[in-house]
């Protein structure tokens, strides 16, 4: 397995608490990112030895006993920043059989020179900045998930699978509930994209993020901007 990260990588804690159920990414920068054991799986629930590519941001996790499936070495889940993951995730990035021939079996692993045609592969599995994945949800190959997403316990994402930012979805196929802000504020937090920033300045304005966001626009709105402009300030003095 190809495990990528940020370049401020700085190793893997092997002695924090937490240690005996994940992997822990440090970074010299600040922060880590957790991999549960036994996350990487083939077809046959193997864990070794497992063909393919995982992207992790700084500061993002899954919960114990969460699992992404690879079958052919094809795929790739990228996972950004600041993703939140409960218990027992699934991710299945392929495992299509071809529905267009006569029949779907898979002819090739019954020996006697048998073959089939190319099972069809799903493209890369993207989950981006600050999304909370409910306990047990599932996902399957080829979906993207917009930043700010909140994804319901059990809810099932179908193949190919979009949404759009900030957005609450639950069910089975998962489907839009309730945007989690108004219009303008989710648009000034996607400009604003402050998962970008060093944990120091998030350090810095860690009041901000504490306040109310849905009570009153204009007031959301005017957080966003002080922050807005101290992204700005810190960008010039660290330039």
């Not at 600041?82 to 898979?106: C, D, P, W």
Request: charged share 20%; with cysteine; net charge neutral.
């Amino acid at each position: 397995m190809q495990i990528i990260t940020e370049s401020d990588f700085s190793g893997v804690d092997k002695n924090h608490h937490w240690a005996a159920q994940f992997q822990i990414l440090n970074y010299s920068q600040g922060g880590s990112s957790l991999i549960p054991h036994g996350f990487f799986r083939n077809w046959l629930d193997q864990t070794e030895n497992i063909n393919g590519t995982f992207y992790i941001g700084k500061c993002s996790g899954f919960g114990v006993g969460s699992i992404v499936k690879y079958d052919a070495g094809l795929q790739s889940l990228r996972v950004g920043r600041y993703v939140a993951g409960g218990l027992r995730l699934k991710f299945l990035l392929n495992g299509q059989h071809e529905m267009r021939t006569i029949s779907t079996a898979m002819f090739s692993v019954l020996g006697m020179g048998l073959k089939n045609a190319p099972p069809p592969q799903y493209v890369d599995s993207i989950i981006k900045n600050d999304v909370w994945l409910g306990d047990e949800v599932m996902m399957l190959g080829g979906g993207i998930i917009e930043n700010g997403c909140v994804i319901g316990a059990r809810s099932l994402l179908p193949p190919n699978f979009r949404s759009e930012p900030y957005g609450i979805y639950a069910g089975s196929p998962a489907r839009l509930i309730r945007f989690r802000f108004s219009e303008k504020v989710r648009d000034a937090l996607s400009v604003l994209a402050w998962w970008e920033m060093p944990l120091t300045w998030l350090r810095d304005n860690n009041d901000l993020f504490l306040l109310d966001m849905t009570a009153n626009e204009a007031k959301a709105l005017a957080i966003i901007e002080k922050l807005t402009e101290s992204r700005k300030d810190f960008v010039i003095t660290n330039a």
